[in-house]
């Protein structure tokens, strides 16, 4: 069997709807199951709509285009079914009545964000029911089984692996679709992965079911060198092997979710990147492989926050005080992207999240003068060569650099 997912873009209207059924259309030969996202940037308005619900504020109108852009999509693919309709209606009841609950915030947001995924997967598959494919719709939720680290659920693979085996006589007979990005905790309450999450979730299901292949389909021809909107100099790549994924993953490159890659390195199940928009195009094949020289590949990690925590007693930084630092990081749940050390101070980078990063702020400021800075860019350079080296090491605006034999990072304030 196959895994296929479909992200945002590509089911971001009725026509890209129609293209995702011609591609499920063309691999018909094989066992299939689906896994899409939230329709456009649907995750995107409903953070908006969390937030506001949250803190008691109107979101009336947020809400009302939510649904109208759904039922606009609907009446445009399935104009005759009453069945689609009345299961939306049902859905976006369910989230009104959900946002007048109060709950603490982590927990609130993951009950409501994963709607994007639940209604973009029910009317995927009742267009392709209504359109000749033998499919079913089914709840992740019910298979994929998390702990209770709401906006960040960690999977619990025994008990998730052996859910999603019961899946398999299923397949036999029919295309599978169901949504990405969600889980559930043993209390069956919702529990999202982490924002961009579905990939993570297709690796999920390819791991369970020993898939023959996992495909990403993206409006990119494959994985690129760089962002070819910065960069258009950036090439496709045809073949990666995991690792070489990973690692890009890790340092930001955001083609794929960094946590898709080790369940399917784990059972040598291949991942294709593939394009949407062209599906004759090969894509790049990620696999066990060896690549003889790659070219620098350039990340762009945005929205990052140079955090200073300074001694004040005229001592120096030591492994005490750098033991209180990363306990505090750890505590806060977040990731350092790049680190570096003087005699007095003590630096690091970390993706921007307001909340956690000032409740981080607070805690280090019981021990340290702390600083930050944000807005900031970090741009890593893997597999450097001389000429990149020297173009990014005296570019304009480097607060922070740093290089090791595989890789240069600058952190860097955009202008
Ligand atoms: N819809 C979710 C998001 O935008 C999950 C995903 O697309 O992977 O983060
Ligand atoms: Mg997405």
Excluded at 286 to 297: A, G, K, Q, S, T
Aim: hydrophobic share 35%; glycine share 4%.
């Amino acid at each position: 069997m196959k895994v296929f997912k479909f992200g945002g873009a590509s089911v971001k209207n009725a026509t890209a709807i129609r293209n995702v059924a011609s591609i499920i259309k063309s691999s018909n030969k094989n066992e299939l199951l689906v896994v899409v996202s939230a329709m456009g940037s649907t995750t995107n308005a409903l953070e908006i709509i969390v937030h506001k619900a949250h803190s008691g504020k109107n979101f009336d109108t947020e809400l009302e285009a939510l649904k109208e852009y759904h039922f606009q999509i609907t009446q445009e693919l399935l104009p005759d079914s009453t069945t689609i309709k009345t299961k939306l209606t049902e859905q976006f009841a369910q989230l009104e009545k959900l946002s007048k609950t109060k709950t603490e915030y982590d927990f609130f947001y993951d009950q409501m964000i994963g709607y994007g995924e639940i209604i973009s997967s029910l009317i995927v598959e009742q267009y392709l029911s209504e359109n000749n494919f033998a499919s079913q719709w089914i709840d992740a939720r019910n298979y994929i089984q998390t702990d209770s680290t709401y906006r960040e659920g960690q999977v619990q693979w025994n008990e998730t692996e052996k859910k999603i085996k019961t899946l398999e006589s299923v397949l036999q007979k029919k295309i599978l679709v169901t949504q990405g990005f969600i889980g559930a905790n043993e209390k069956k309450e919702t529990v999202s992965l982490g924002r961009e999450g579905s990939d993570f979730t297709a690796a999920i299901f390819g791991y369970s079911l020993k898939a023959k292949s996992v495909t990403i389909w993206k409006d990119v021809p494959g994985v690129m060198s760089a962002d070819p909107k910065r960069i258009p100099t950036a090439v496709v790549f045809d073949e990666l092997p995991y690792k070489e994924t990973a690692e890009m993953t890790y340092y930001g490159a955001s083609v794929i979710h960094p946590k898709t890659v080790k369940p399917l390195a784990n059972k040598g199940i291949p991942l294709f990147v593939k394009s949407f928009i062209d599906p004759s195009l090969p894509g790049t094949k990620i696999y066990e492989c060896h690549v003889d020289r790659l070219p620098p590949l350039i990340i762009h990690k945005e929205n990052q926050c140079l955090v200073s925590c300074k001694v004040t007693d005229y001592t120096f930084i030591n492994e005490e005080q750098l033991g209180k630092i990363f306990h505090a990081i750890s505590e806060s749940n977040m990731r350092i992207n790049v680190m570096q050390n003087s005699a007095i101070t003590f630096s690091f980078c970390v993706d921007f999240r307001e909340n956690k990063v000032m409740k981080l702020i607070e805690l280090l400021s019981k021990h340290f003068e702390v600083y930050y800075n944000l807005g900031l860019t970090l741009i890593t350079i893997k597999n450097y060569d001389q000429k990149t080296f020297n173009e990014y090491h005296t570019m304009n605006g480097v607060i922070l650099e740093q290089s090791s034999r595989a890789a240069l990072q600058v952190l860097v304030r955009p202008n």
